[in-house]
C-alpha cells in the first residue's frame, strides 16, 4: 500500500533555532510531493513542492525543503524558527501518477518556542 | 483572489440523521476534491471533479455518502444517514486543473459532530 510517514508526532525547537520536520514516502514511481500547513480551525496552506530537478526546492516564509530519492524522504527545513510558525505540517504525495490525487501524512505539530 | 468558501463552518447532528456541505470553489478552478479529516490524521480524499465529472471516487463510502458538482462550479457532499464515524472536519479543496503540479487550495473546512 502507498503511504507517507511523518515519524515525529510534534517537534519542539527555540526560536531562531534551525528546524527539520521529517518525511518519508513510500509511492510507486516519482511522485510529485508537496507540504502544507495548518493553522487551527482552518484549512491548508500550500508550502512548497518538489516535481524534478534541483534536490533542494524553496517554497513561502522562507521554508525549503530537501528531496533524496534513495532515502525516499523529502525533510522539511527552515534555517531560523519563528514563533509564528507553530501549526500542524503534513507532508503529501501524489500517488496517482501526476493527477493530483494526494496522500497525506499524519501530521507533524511543530512548536516554537521564544 | 478570494479563497475557497464552505459552509456551514460547525454542524451537530444525531446519528441516522442527514447532513450537507456546500463548497465554492476559486473561480476558474477547474477540479475540485473533498477531503475527510478525522482527529489526529492527515485528510483522506473522498472525490475529485474534473469540472462536473467525477474522476475519482474510489474512498467515497457509496451507500451513505454521496457528492455533486452539477454545473462545475459550486459542489455539494451529502451524508445520509450519518454513523458515529463519521465525526470530522471536511475540506473542499480546487485547483487550476488536475495536473500533478497544480497546488491544491483549501477551505476553512466543516466540522461535524455526530452525537
Known amino acids: 500500500a502507498q503511504s507517507v510517514a511523518q515519524p515525529e508526532d510534534q517537534v519542539n525547537v527555540a526560536e531562531g533555532n534551525p528546524l527539520t520536520v521529517k518525511c518519508t514516502y513510500s509511492v510507486s514511481g516519482n511522485p510529485y510531493l508537496f507540504w502544507y500547513v495548518q493553522y487551527p480551525n482552518r484549512g491548508l496552506q500550500f508550502l512548497l513542492k518538489?516535481?524534478?530537478?534541483?534536490?533542494l526546492v524553496k517554497g513561502s516564509y522562507g521554508f525549503e525543503a530537501e528531496f533524496n530519492k534513495s532515502q525516499t524522504s523529502f525533510h522539511l527545513k527552515k534555517p531560523s524558527a519563528l514563533v509564528s510558525d507553530s501549526a500542524l505540517y503534513f507532508c503529501a504525495a501524489d500517488y496517482g501518477g501526476a493527477t493530483n490525487k494526494l496522500i497525506f501524512g499524519t501530521g507533524t505539530l511543530l512548536a516554537v518556542q521564544p | 483572489e478570494a479563497g475557497v468558501a464552505q459552509s456551514p463552518r460547525y454542524k451537530i447532528i444525531e446519528k441516522r440523521q442527514s447532513v450537507a456541505f456546500w463548497c465554492n470553489p476559486i473561480s476558474g478552478h477547474a477540479t475540485l476534491y473533498w477531503y475527510q479529516q478525522i482527529l489526529g490524521q492527515g485528510p483522506k480524499l473522498l472525490i475529485q471533479f474534473q469540472n462536473n465529472g467525477v474522476v475519482d471516487d474510489s474512498q467515497l463510502p457509496k451507500d451513505r455518502f454521496s457528492a455533486e458538482r452539477l454545473k462545475g462550479v459550486d459542489s455539494t457532499l451529502k451524508i445520509q444517514p450519518a454513523k458515529l464515524e463519521d465525526s470530522a472536519v471536511y475540506l473542499c479543496?480546487?485547483?487550476?486543473?488536475?495536473?500533478?503540479?497544480?497546488?491544491?487550495?483549501f477551505g476553512d473546512g466543516t466540522r461535524l459532530s455526530i452525537l
Open positions: 479543496a480546487s485547483s487550476l486543473g488536475q495536473g500533478g503540479n497544480q497546488p491544491q487550495h
Open positions: 518538489y516535481i524534478t530537478g534541483d534536490n
